[in-house]
């Protein structure tokens, strides 16, 4: 089946629009957390940083190669086929991001499963096969330098060995999360209503990244010589993005209203102690004698 130009640059012009909105819903939610989060660890803020560092990148080679095939080569068709340097920038970009994102859920499965490797060491693997396989194909791209060997045989085979390992690595990160997250509750109901509500989220991230891949994996392979891909495989970039730096958010929001019911309780606390504290030590027994002889003992109030 012929691809037209719809179907290929079309696309591809598609694809930069929704990469670039999440792009700006993205960058949103870094300044949000550098605002709110200041006291975090650096690595996790260094991982934030290259998070955004890396999806700007992404972004940039991306305005380049819509700018070089929309305005450039408007009137010079010969340039549509050929595949500029930003291009092998903005893929690699994508592995790097989607990278990060992978080792940051690892350091917290890591984290929480008190360091157990063997629920970590499958995931690290894949990931590392992600990466891998996300170079190999960054090199492959490069040296070809054209789009029209993007469904050669071995672009294929790293296709299906990078996605699929993007894939079952987000859906082991996502079933890891929520094992662990559901051992580690307590019976209190507060502690556990947060505890499900990271397990939602675990499950929402895990859900989106998991299922982009493979949405992406199946467009390329039934429509290879068509860019129908990129409608994926360009926004997954920012999807990587607003996982970690959402689920940052989201924590940072949780411990603000954690803190908030405390500081409430408190008040409450102080509230009613001062409310019905009584002043026993002013209490005491006062004794009266009559002219009989008997003596009464009354309790009297001292001001």
């Known amino acids: ?17 929704i990469d670039l909105i999440l792009y700006g819903m993205g960058l949103l939610l870094v300044l949000q957390y550098f605002r709110k989060c200041s006291k975090d660890a650096i690595l996790v803020k260094t991982t934030v940083l290259g998070l955004i560092v890396f999806a ?10 819509v700018y070089r095939t929309f305005i450039t080569g408007f009137s010079r068709p010969e340039l549509l086929n050929e595949l500029p340097p930003s291009v092998s920038i903005e893929i690699m970009s994508f592995y790097i991001v989607s990278f990060i994102a992978q ?7 890591w984290k929480i499963s008190h360091r157990n490797i063997w629920i970590t060491s499958p995931i690290v693997v894949l990931a590392l096969i992600n990466i891998g396989a996300g170079t190999a194909q960054t090199v492959t791209t490069a040296q070809r330098g054209t789009a029209s060997g993007i469904d050669d045989e071995i672009n294929k085979i790293i296709t299906i060995i990078e996605t699929g390992a993007a894939a079952l690595c987000d859906i082991l990160v996502t079933i890891a999360l929520c094992v662990l997250l559901r051992i580690n509750r307590t019976g209190i109901k507060s502690t556990d209503s947060a505890l499900d509500s990271l397990i ?3 499950i929402n991230r895990g859900t989106v990244t998991s299922l982009a891949s ?3 994996l199946i467009l390329y392979l039934t429509r290879p010589k068509s860019m129908f891909f990129m409608l994926v495989f360009n926004p997954s970039t920012q999807l990587y993005l607003l996982s970690v730096v959402g689920s940052l958010n989201y924590r940072e929001g949780m411990r603000a209203g954690s803190r908030h019911r405390k500081k409430e309780w408190h008040n409450f606390n102080t509230t009613a102690n001062d409310s019905y504290s009584l002043p026993l030590e002013n209490i005491g027994p006062s004794v009266h004698s009559s002219r009989d002889g008997v003596h009464v003992v009354t309790p009297h ?3």
């Open 1 to 17: 089946m012929a691809e037209t130009f719809g179907t290929t640059f079309g696309c591809l012009l598609i694809s930069f629009m």
């Open 56 to 65: 700007t990148t992404h972004i940039v080679g991306m305005c380049t190669w």
């Open 103 to 109: 080792s940051f859920y690892i350091s917290q499965i």
């Open 200 to 202: 939602i989220l675990a």
């Open 214 to 216: 493979v949405v992406d």
């Open 301 to 303: 109030f001292q001001a």
